[in-house]
């Protein structure tokens, strides 16, 4: 058995360990060392009170609470790995965006696509502004940024890691690494959870461990219902001679799905290989199973303007063209849109680099009128954002109870973070959902 080994002895350390080597690992410097422990041949069975399976964002917040909250308790968290807590060391470029300054229930659950009437009701119990004052209390100071995202004041998610790792440290919490979970057994007592080299018995399991098709299989053979797993938070992959070389350019558009209901908004940035930007995660994060059904090949309909009308578009071409009757219409944007990009929609309403607007008749401004309210793009097939990837699926809501995240299904098995069928768009909601969820396992069990 590999133990995360932070300088105390461990309560299981009397135990008998199979012929194998024990890791000292410290998690904030992912670093090792190696200890011969014994050359015996034997089973090792260790006893806890709950064991938690994942060491992710969800998994060490949920072990640090219960223990605070009743010290007596013996946990242990299990991680497949070699390294704990890689996705907060990711997230937010490796600045950790921790939650996002929304701190109204009622309002922040609009930004979860699943799980929205399922974690209002989480969301009284604890929210972003009690993240921001759990953190406080362990030396972690949050700043808010302009967009409303949360990070710490270091910019650096090592500040996140540090905090939990001392935090396990101080509370004497085991954190084992490599033990890939094989299989979970209730027996008339409590579980036993098998891993490749390891047997752990606990009267409680608390499961985090995110978007994993093996752990979904496990709990699906054990009675769960699971809502099958697809993408979501992803851009768009385009190529179109109107976005050519415009990679950077940003601004604030509509975007809609041809022959859809789905439909959102937001600054829309131009890639080298298509569309990103809040507006295309927004878009991407509610027609998650749509666009999936979809093979991800669909038209967009861009509307350049936001939400104006065709007829307003009109409209505020013809002012335009009073306006600047001897202009050139493509050398300057005369709306809010980088230069570039206005140059590209003028030529592809047909309208001549050479054109002013006193010479601009009525087919070529209806035809300028409709890329900028209605500019079909194709999107042929999709690119994760940047290192996060998310996915819309796993265990069925239905078989959840919110007030204590108990499984319905599986009385003492607990579950917190993407396990669930929960998934929000950028911005550190998905963080959220994992404190919360923690959070509230915590309050359960202790």
């Known amino acids: 058995m590999q133990r ?3 300088g105390r002895f461990s309560k299981s350390s009397s135990i008998g360990f199979c012929s194998l080597r024990a890791f000292h690992y410290y998690p904030a410097h992912n670093s090792f060392i190696n200890h011969d422990i014994c050359k015996k041949n034997k089973t090792l069975n260790s006893n806890y009170d709950i064991v938690i399976i994942g060491g992710g964002a969800a998994g060490f917040f949920t072990a640090i609470n219960i223990v605070e909250n009743n010290p007596s308790l013996k946990v242990a968290i299990l991680e497949r790995g070699k390294t704990t807590l890689e996705k907060v060391r990711i997230s937010g470029g490796g600045r950790c965006n921790v939650t996002h300054a929304c ?3 009622n309002d922040i659950v609009k930004f979860y696509p699943r799980g929205e009437k399922e974690l209002r009701g989480p969301f009284h119990q604890f929210c972003s502004g009690d993240t921001i004052e759990w953190f406080e209390k362990h030396g972690v100071t949050l700043k808010i940024e302009e967009d409303g995202r949360m990070f710490p004041e270091s910019d650096s998610s090592e500040t996140i890691i540090d905090c939990f790792t001392k935090a396990t440290q101080d509370l004497g919490i085991d954190i084992l690494i490599s033990q890939s979970v094989q299989s979970i057994y209730k027996t008339e007592t409590d579980f036993k959870v098998q891993t490749k080299t390891d047997t752990f018995l606990a009267e409680k399991v608390v499961i985090t461990t995110g978007s994993n098709p093996k752990m979904w299989e496990m709990l699906e053979s054990l009675g769960h219902s699971i809502v099958s797993a697809v993408p979501s938070l992803f851009t768009f992959n385009i190529k179109d001679a109107r976005l050519k ?9 509509s975007v809609k799905v041809k022959k859809s209901k789905l439909e959102a908004s937001g600054p829309l940035l131009i890639t080298h290989w298509g569309m990103s930007g809040p507006g295309i995660l927004r878009l991407s ?7 999936f059904d979809k093979n991800y090949h669909f038209a967009i309909l861009v509307n350049w303007l936001n939400e104006a009308t065709f007829e307003e578009a009109i409209d505020l071409l013809k002012d335009i063209k009073l306006e600047n009757a001897k202009k050139v219409i493509s050398k300057k944007s005369p709306i809010e849109m980088p230069n570039r990009l206005w140059e590209r929609l003028v030529l592809a309403s047909g309208i001549s680099a050479e054109t002013t607007w006193a010479d601009c008749n009525k087919t070529e401004l209806n035809a300028l009128a409709n890329q900028l309210t209605a500019g079909e793009f194709q999107v042929n097939g999709k690119s994760t954002f940047k290192e996060e990837f998310v996915t819309a699926g ?5 078989e959840v109870n919110f007030k ?3 499984s319905k299904v599986i009385p003492n098995i607990y579950f917190a973070g993407e396990i669930l069928n929960i998934d929000a768009i950028t911005g550190g909601f998905n963080f959220q959902n994992a404190w919360t969820g923690g959070f509230i396992v915590a309050q359960s069990i202790a």
């Open 4 to 6: 995360a080994s932070f």
């Open 103 to 105: 701190f109204v229930p």
């Open 245 to 253: 070389d415009l990679m950077g350019l940003s601004t604030f558009a």
């Open 285 to 291: 994060a509610w027609g998650a199973r749509e666009l």
């Open 394 to 398: 796993g265990i069925d809501l239905k």
């Open 404 to 406: 204590t995240m108990e």
